[in-house]
């Protein structure tokens, strides 16, 4: 089974239930993505279905963001419900064929490898790193929350290497994550414990380096200073590299939001809010934040370039280029950023993730 026949293997075998009205509120409003604009700040490659991003200033030249391309694409695919980013994610991934009886007698006739993107995966360009565990989980979240059978997940799941790529490994907690979530059991009971030693673990670290570096808490957007980390005392700089990224803690409150109901999910939970920063929304959304935003600063959020919701708004700890976004031609359509965030504010409620 090649790359392409991922998607086709789904829908043959998916039992997918019908979405809500609610949930079907909006999501396809032509007047918030288009599939064919290249004019905007997030923008489709058409061919390979994926959602890209324009280049920031100071690299013209750059490669649109394919190298985060699963992430923005399930995230598209999460705003705007359309199947063409699954299959672009699907497109991703190969299935090859192990060589030697005794490979395929311990580790099975097959597994699937990842790329970070379709064109790398059909050797049309050269991959210039390969495969992380954040797109490991992002590929998973995709067909998790798409509705792909447990057929297909269970197959998925089982034929993933433990060395996703040559640079990245799965780590233990991500391993038994991955069997959770397609019901393989019996890895809960090993799972939760540890994700709650690793998370607390996360928690203390971070709530200590803040205390010691006196960084403060994050600001609004409207509140936020931006200096390059080029303009930062070095001291400051080797400080912020310390805390558990923001990014780490985005794609984790996914992993959590996935998991079947439970006390432990709501100690995961609770952990991982210790650590949020204060006006990240999407995060409180994510984790069911009893202080989650209220409707008006959901909907007066104005949209920002640099991946706001996996970054910090925070002057010392921020190192990427955030700023609101003021050019309207730029946010006409496929608006990411608010998007993201009003959908998981209005309608993520509507559609249970079974177990």
Same mark, same amino acid.
Request: with cysteine.
């Given at each position: ?33 288009? +599939?064919?604009?290249?004019?905007t ?14 280049n ?29 980013f ?41 991959q ?12 998973v ?9 447990d ?26 994550w ?17 994700? +709650? ?47 558990f ?51 008006e ?32 031609k ?24 079974k177990?």
């Amino acid at each position: 089974m090649e790359s392409e026949k991922l998607f086709g293997l789904w829908h043959s075998t998916s039992k997918m239930a019908m979405p809500t009205e609610e949930m079907m509120r909006s999501i396809y409003n032509s007047d918030i993505f288009n +599939w064919e604009s290249q004019d905007t700040y997030h923008f489709v490659d058409p061919e390979n279905k994926m959602m890209l991003v324009k280049n920031p200033s100071w690299q013209p030249d750059g490669d649109n963001g394919k190298g985060d391309a699963i992430g923005r694409s399930f995230l598209s695919y999460f705003c705007y419900k359309d199947d063409r980013f699954l299959e672009g994610i699907s497109d991703c991934w190969v299935r090859v064929e192990r060589k030697g009886w005794l490979k395929r007698f311990l580790f099975g006739k097959y597994y699937y490898q990842g790329y970070r993107y379709p064109t790398y995966a059909r050797g049309e360009e050269a991959q210039p790193a390969g495969l992380s565990r954040d797109h490991l989980i992002y590929t998973v979240l995709a067909f998790k929350y798409a509705g792909y059978s447990d057929e297909f997940l269970k197959d998925f799941v089982k034929h993933l290497r433990f060395g996703i790529s040559d640079r990245f490994l799965m780590t233990i907690d991500l391993w038994l994550w991955l069997r959770v979530i397609t019901n393989i059991k019996p890895y809960a009971v090993l799972y939760y414990p540890i994700e +709650w030693r690793v998370l607390a673990i996360n928690s203390v670290w971070n709530k200590a380096l803040y205390r010691c570096s006196g960084f403060g808490e994050e600001s609004h957007q409207d509140d936020f200073i931006k200096i390059p980390n080029s303009m930062k005392p070095k001291s400051m700089t080797r400080i912020a590299r310390k805390f558990f990224p923001i990014y780490a803690l985005h794609i984790n409150s996914w992993q959590i939001k996935v998991l079947p109901e439970s006390k432990w999910k709501k100690r995961l939970q609770k952990l991982s809010l210790s650590i949020c920063p204060k006006h990240n929304y999407v995060i409180q959304l994510l984790l069911d934040s009893p202080n989650k935003p209220s409707q008006e600063n959901v909907d007066s959020y104005k949209a920002m370039t640099g991946g706001r919701w996996t970054g910090i708004l925070n002057t010392w700890l921020n190192d990427r280029d955030i700023d609101i976004i003021k050019d309207p031609k730029l946010i006409e359509y496929n608006n990411i950023d608010v998007d993201y965030l009003r959908e998981l504010y209005y309608t993520i409620s509507c559609k249970k993730i079974k177990a």
